[in-house]
């Protein structure tokens, strides 16, 4: 008799373990940045970011629509490339993910942004900057760091009322990304009067700029604006020294305003000419900056570069819609990602209707001693 009470009892308990567990639902959040590559630094750094916020989101037990959440990264790679961009979004839509956070290129995120609009996924930026992102209006793309009309025109106003300069030669990498903020740098510079007096291009698989750093040197500009990403300008930077650029200032956006740079302009002179813009605040001025970024180099140590902080809020503010939605279906929940008033770590998170952030800020950087320093 007593045996027979000890394997009801046991059944039982085994009963409700089973409800238990069968209330806890797996919810994927899918990520997708360049983790092979040149820019694997980078990519690494955007996943990162996520994978903090889903293991604290974690550690919090989340429960939404009365099931305790547990969720998972599905982290994809997209090697910055627009074909592999668009295979990993349909890979997280036929994977049923409930959000995106990613990409980091312009010229994979676009593309990528109308799988996710078709497929009905949210997906949210911090790294994407060229503002077409946002132009089709799909109700499904949110980007969280200022676009490129911001960069590049700060950059631009910088240059002729700060540093007082005359003419300037433009460069771009021919990606979505590159010619973007080159065009919008260039326009505000010609409507400032300051004076092009040359443009080159070359891609983003490039290491050698001699010839068309030669044919600017001709032009003796003041500047040279650079649109791309910190494994050109590493070694543009060389090169201008080596041919004797050394007065030349060097501008870029946020995809050159990486502590990376430093490392791939190996001891180059010219590093203390360069002046980048990034989206967002300086670390030091984010709400949250200084204690996350304490936080990550304890978790992820040398591997910070820039994004990692919006790809870290990023998550937080797909989940906080979930939460004020009481659903983890996309459909149901997006239109709360529109209505967010979210306190992220990198600012105040809110959403004009094409979603684009409201009011956000840039910040300026120079490299002191090697260093990337706010202005």
């Not at 394997?7 to 238990?20: M, P, R």
């Not at 930077?237 to 060097?250: H, P, T, W």
Request: aromatic share 8%; hydrophobic share 40%.
């Amino acid at each position: 008799m007593q045996l027979k009470l000890k394997l009801t009892v046991v059944a039982a308990i085994a009963a409700v373990a089973g409800v238990a567990s069968a209330q806890e639902q797996v919810v994927k959040i899918g990520h997708v940045a360049p983790v092979s590559g040149a820019q694997a630094h980078y990519g690494k750094d955007n996943e990162n970011g996520a994978r903090m916020a889903i293991e604290e989101l974690n550690a919090q037990g989340v429960t939404i629509g009365g099931k305790k959440i547990k969720f998972e990264l599905q982290a994809e790679d997209d090697a910055a490339d627009p074909k592999q961009g668009t295979a990993a979004a349909q890979k997280l839509c036929d994977s049923k993910v409930a959000g995106v956070v990613g990409h980091l290129n312009s010229g994979t995120t676009i593309p990528a942004s109308k799988v996710y609009n078709d497929c009905g996924i949210p997906m949210v930026t911090g790294a994407a900057t060229n503002p077409n992102l946002t132009k089709p209006g799909y109700k499904t793309t949110f980007r969280i760091i200022a676009n490129d009309n911001a960069l590049g025109a700060g950059l631009a106003f910088y240059a002729v009322d700060t540093l007082k300069l005359k003419t300037v030669a433009i460069i771009d990498d021919r990606t979505a990304y590159g010619q973007g903020v080159a065009d919008v740098f260039k326009k505000t510079a010609v409507a400032k009067g300051m004076k092009v007096v040359d443009e080159q291009f070359t891609t983003d698989k490039a290491t050698d700029f001699m010839a068309i750093l030669t044919a600017i040197k001709s032009k003796n500009p003041d500047a040279v604006f650079y649109g791309g990403m910190d494994p050109q300008a590493g070694p543009m930077l060389r090169q201008m020294e080596q041919l004797g650029m050394g007065n030349v200032k060097y501008f870029g956006g946020d995809g050159v305003c990486t502590s990376e740079i430093a490392k791939l302009a190996a001891g180059a002179k010219t590093l203390a000419n360069v002046i980048c813009a990034e989206g967002g605040s300086s670390l030091a001025k984010m709400p949250g900056g200084t204690a996350w970024k304490a936080k990550y180099d304890a978790k992820y140590p040398n591997q910070f570069q820039v994004y990692s902080p919006y790809t870290y809020d990023a998550t937080f503010l797909l989940v906080d819609a979930m939460k004020r939605a009481n659903s983890v279906d996309p459909k149901v929940y997006v239109n709360e990602l529109a209505k967010a008033n979210f306190k992220g770590v990198t600012s105040a998170i809110a959403f004009e209707p094409n979603g684009e952030m409201k009011n956000p800020s840039i910040t300026l950087y120079v490299y002191k001693d090697g260093k990337k320093t706010p202005l």
